[in-house]
């Protein structure tokens, strides 16, 4: 069944504050993620207690995505990031019924091709593209039981790993090539 994501969350903007390289909460900016959506490149963002704090804290099944920007993309959060607000780059998107939609699926769905260029199309304006919140929560998604939304996600996580496993392999051919070919130049140097 599909539903416009107004009707199955709540969205709103992540709080403007000036970043700290200490602090008790994690300040997500969007150069935190890497090209699998993953905040692997966090470094030394944090804030400290704001004002209505605990609306902008991330919880288990809420995703982000981004509202401002280039790069148009969502992320789940996982509790093993610990406390994290996101930056006013982002929309957090706090799912009203847990039981009917899991936050992981969401964003697979976002990052998904059709629906992502269908984002890239809602944002406008000239010098740095942005996402309307009317816009994005008039965004129809479809979703499916539970289970099946549990297979989507698990599938994905397998293809994901298998494209992180890929990309290992080729780094780890791209060296061994290097030093294969500098150590045949080595070689021939001494030879001559």
Known sequence: MKYRLNDIAQIYYGPYEKAETKGMIKYLVSSHFDEFFEPSLFKESYIDAIKDAEKYILRPNDIIVTGKGQRIF?????????????SSLFYIIKINDSSKLIGEYLANVLNSQKVNHKLKSLSGGTSIPSIQKKELGQLSIYIPPIEKQRQIIDMSKLLDKDVELATQLLEKKKALKTGLLNMIINDNKTDG
């Not at 093993?80 to 607000?85: D, M, P």
Request: aromatic share 24%; hydrophobic share 40%.
């Open 74 to 86: 969502a992320w789940a959060y996982k509790e093993e990031y610990g406390q994290v607000i996101p």
